[in-house]
């Protein structure tokens, strides 16, 4: 199926015209057979020579349904652009040929209808001098007459090319569904149907789709191509949904049937305006109104930098939105249509929170194409979730770093560089901490997941629990291969506690079990603190909190252990180790941790084998 709409001033003739094309009649309203005018879009389709069907969308020419006119144009990629040879152009016809330009429409026909009651040589020549300017280009011209009939045949087959240059044109069968909806009624016993066009995507019977911007989940049921049931059908196409799941009055004309997860509603985005010939620097007022397909919602503007053509608009309602899609703005307050073209940059954009921060902006987005890719947004992003990215509707993701995170490449090689930096930089300021603590160095590298922090530790740098230290090759050691262990011990310890602990080492050095009591420790400036971080470096052996011996003491005790009668008590233990109960117990529990010592019934150990 190919859909074209038509444009053109009113009372020009494209309902009749349509009318002759299809025996179908566009102007569905009483009201709008009664006055002889389109209020509201029509729907007529008509078979080709070839046996395709060509689905019409039929719009108002009326300045007063602009709204009416653009909810009909949005989502189709081909205008039948129709003139009257004896009407000629007409404020309408160039509004309607802005709107088009606007919405960068590349396929469209020129039809200068009422042939009978002029020459349509002029009204075809000034017309075609219109168009030419636009993002219609060079476009074939037919003059027909609806009375006579004189024409429509040459019509036909100049629609057959349109329609040819429609088909060579990618229509992404497997694109993401977006379903503007343009009508929404009940049919008694169907329940809930919507209409709309289709611009690309495939619907299928049973599917589930969301409706935005509400969210709710619905069920395709039933659906219908120009008035015949089918299973499934691509866009381009004209569909009626027969929907589950949703009262009757809640879709309405600007809603839009989505498929989750693959766009982003949008409150907030950055876009491009492409400025029409006519005014290259247009000045935007504070708020305008945005259309894409049927949708249309107040944008509050604002323009980025001085005199640049990017403004980041914010919405009144969300719109399913992509990178790279067309919108329209209009101020609806100028004389005559003011209708501006604009490119959807970034549908999700940062705050602009520093000073000269749009003006940075607009620099930034200078650089992007109409089309953005991945590597767009995540130079702007920095990390972007693979989902976010795809409800972006980017192509060319990355592969991920940690999880489903995917890295501006730049920023990620930076990042690397820069967590060996800060952890040495903390662990400088406190020393006696046991690391950078993981979350502390997700906060200072402004990384939005714990996960990715996982992901940057790289040779220098060892994530223990939830602790980063810096490891640095043993002094002495050899380099090259040699497993990276830490540094020399005593330089990781401010000097004053390094000196302390040298005091206990000299006092173990004649009695190895006898651990520095609390008053001790008291008076040399340890504390739990203290030793844990000696611990750490390994330049004491710590079992318990205030109980520490030198390193090397648990073999030592091992070896002491091992001459004793097996099994042996704890008295005898402390005895063979001439200490105290309050370091005995301790470092027997320690050396049953270690799996040296076995733990039997009865206070009893015995050295495992
Ligand atoms: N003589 C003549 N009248 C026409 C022709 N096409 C349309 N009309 C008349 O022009 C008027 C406006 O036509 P309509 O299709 O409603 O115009 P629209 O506003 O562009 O949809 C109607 O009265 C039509 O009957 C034509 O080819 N010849
Ligand atoms: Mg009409």
């Not at 088009?100 to 000034?126: E, K, S």
């Not at 935007?284 to 503007?301: C, N, W, Y």
């Amino acid at each position: 199926m190919f859909v074209v709409a038509t444009a053109g001033h009113v009372d020009h003739g494209k309902s009749t015209l349509v009318r002759a094309l299809t025996g179908m009649e566009p102007d569905r309203w009483a009201e709008e057979r009664r006055r002889g005018m389109t209020i509201d879009l029509g729907y007529a389709w008509m078979t080709l020579p070839s046996g395709e069907k060509l689905a019409f969308v039929d719009v108002p020419g009326h300045e007063r349904f602009v709204p009416n006119m653009l909810a009909g144009l949005g989502p189709v990629p081909a205008v039948m652009f129709v003139v009257a040879a004896d009407g000629g152009w007409m404020p309408q016809s160039a509004e309607h040929l802005a709107a088009v330009d606007a919405l960068g429409v590349r396929h469209g026909l020129l039809v200068v209808t009422r042939g009978d009651l002029a020459d349509p040589g002029p009204a075809t020549r000034q017309a075609r001098a219109e168009i030419a300017r636009t993002s219609l280009g060079a476009v074939d011209a037919v003059a027909v007459s609806a009375a006579t009939g004189q024409g429509l045949d040459e019509l036909k087959a100049a629609l057959a090319r349109l329609v040819d240059s429609l088909r060579t044109s990618p229509q992404g069968q497997a694109a993401p569904v977006r379903l503007w909806v343009d009508r929404s009624f009940t049919i008694k016993g169907a329940g809930t149907v919507v209409t709309g066009t289709l611009p690309a995507g495939t619907v299928r019977n049973g599917q589930e789709l969301v409706l935005a911007p509400s969210g709710r989940a619905v069920r395709v049921r039933g659906l219908e191509a120009l008035g015949e049931p089918v299973d499934e059908i691509g866009g381009v196409a004209r569909v009626a949904l027969n929907l589950r799941g949703i009262p009757a009055d809640l879709p309405a004309r600007g809603m839009a049937l989505i498929e989750p997860g693959r766009w982003t509603l949008s409150g907030e985005l950055d876009v491009r305006v492409t400025p029409p010939a006519a005014d290259p620097h247009p000045r935007f007022p504070p708020e305008l109104l945005m259309h894409i397909g049927s949708a249309r919602t107040q944008a509050r503007v604002r323009v980025l930098g001085v005199d640049t053509p990017y403004a980041r608009l914010r919405l009144k309602e969300p719109l399913p939105l992509h990178a790279g899609d067309r919108v329209i703005l209009r101020d609806p307050g100028a004389a005559g249509l003011a209708v501006y073209g604009a490119t959807v940059l970034d549908p999700f954009p940062p705050p602009l929170a520093r000073r000269g921060a749009a003006a940075a902006a607009a620099r930034e987005l200078d650089a992007w194409p109409d089309r953005p890719a991945a590597a767009d947004l995540l130079r702007r992003h920095k990390l972007l979730r693979g989902p976010q990215l795809a409800a972006a509707g980017v192509v060319g993701l990355p592969e991920p770093v940690a999880g489903d995170w995917r890295a501006d490449p730049d920023h990620w090689a930076w990042l690397r560089a820069e967590l060996p930096r800060a952890v040495a930089a903390f662990c400088a300021k406190d020393p006696l901490a046991p690391g950078m603590p993981a979350e502390a160095a997700r906060a200072a590298l402004a990384l939005p997941s714990r996960d990715l922090v996982a992901a940057l530790v790289t040779d220098g740098v060892v994530l223990d629990g939830a602790y980063l230290r810096i490891f640095t090759r043993q002094a002495g050691e050899a380099g090259g291969s040699a497993a990276p262990g830490p540094a020399k011990p005593a330089g990781q310890l401010p000097p004053k506690i390094a000196g302390a602990v040298q005091e206990v080492l000299d006092d173990l050095a004649d009695d190895p079990f006898a651990a520095p009591d609390t008053e001790r420790l008291r008076a040399l400036g340890l504390d739990a603190r203290a030793l844990a971080a000696a611990a750490r470096v390994g330049l004491l052996l710590r079992v318990a909190d205030l109980v520490v011996l030198a390193p090397g003491a648990d073999k030592a005790a091992a070896g002491v252990l091992a001459g004793l009668e097996q099994p042996f008590t704890t008295s005898q233990a402390r005895q063979a180790l001439r200490t105290s109960r309050r370091v005995a117990i301790p470092l027997l529990e320690y050396l049953d941790r270690a799996r040296v010592t076995e733990r039997l019934p009865g206070d009893l150990r015995r050295i495992r084998a």
